[in-house]
Nanobody, 123 residues
Framework: QVKLVESGGGLVQAGGSLRLSCAASGPPISSYAMGWFRQAPGKERDFVAAISWSGDTTMYAEFVKGRFTISRDNAKNTVSLQMNSLKPEDTAVYYC????????????????WGQGTQVTVSS
């Protein structure tokens, strides 16, 4: 079973940057597609970004394109989300997730989830 732990959240002013990290334990994640999702209070959990098991393919939600970058280091069993030009509407709990092999933007497709890390962007 894959265990995921997110870190790097916090409070930042609009226009600032944060880098989220997701550390995996258990089996190596080199065969897993990884995703980042977010959930604001009272809203559904939304897809943010995903990366294929090899790192060759990335996918982004329209609202983060050009601002966020997902990356992975299979040797270190980690996935990161670099978030630039943050906006107040980016405020949410951010979750890391894993699924076997195939990349997906579908929340229901992911099998393993972290506990989330809070990102708050002040205006």
């Amino acid at each position: 079973q894959v265990k995921l732990v997110e870190s790097g959240g916090g409070l930042v002013q609009a226009g600032g940057s944060l880098r989220l990290s997701c550390a995996a334990s258990g089996p190596p994640i080199s065969s897993y597609a990884m995703g980042w999702f977010r959930q604001a209070p009272g809203k559904e959990r939304d897809f943010v970004a995903a990366i294929s098991w090899s790192g060759d393919t990335t996918m982004y939600a329209e609202f983060v394109k050009g601002r966020f970058t997902i990356s992975r280091d299979n040797a270190k069993n980690t996935v990161s989300l670099q978030m630039n030009s943050l906006k107040p509407e980016d405020t949410a709990v951010y979750y890391c997730a894993a699924r076997w092999h195939t990349t997906s933007i579908d929340t229901q497709a992911y099998d393993y989830w972290g506990q989330g890390t809070q990102v708050t962007v002040s205006s």
